[in-house]
């Protein structure tokens, strides 16, 4: 078994490299559950005739193609979308989103707020890389609240607070599945 001083300073690292994160995320999360979700610009940029491919790999290089032609600097990572809405991610930043009407393509420019940016993130609509550094938060998250846990459970006169705690969260949880 690690010792507790060990335990202590792995909590602290994990705990500080993830601290911004830790504060985004109930942040953004509550301003959304409260109604406050962020708005966002869109302004149409063009409007062409063409089919798209549902082929996803085709489909990307379509649309790379297609706004290359019409002069438009832009790299999107990933499509999100149905067979006639489509997203560019990251939405994170200023993006593209285009639908079909029929056989006209709309393509419009997303020019999103800071708000609107940062609960893209903890919907996990950001960069590739901001979604790894998400999936490694959530593991984190586990092993820092664990291991607060058992630091909590190693002093004697917490350990019933902890315990009744816990089960507080427990129940709270069960009341609201069943």
Known sequence: MPTRKLMIYVHLVIAAVFLPLMLIMPLTGVAYLL???????????????????????????????LFQQQGIDFDFEYIRGSKTDFIFRPATRVHYVAAKDGETLIVSKVTPTILKRLIELHKGHGPTLMRLYEIFFGIALILVTLSGLWLAWTVKPYRKATLISFGVGVLVIAACLF
């Not at 063009?46 to 085709?58: C, G």
């Open 35 to 65: 109604g406050f979700k962020g708005d966002q610009e869109k302004i149409e940029a063009f409007r062409v005739q063409a089919q798209v491919p549902e082929e996803m790999a085709a489909q990307e290089a379509f649309f790379r193609e």
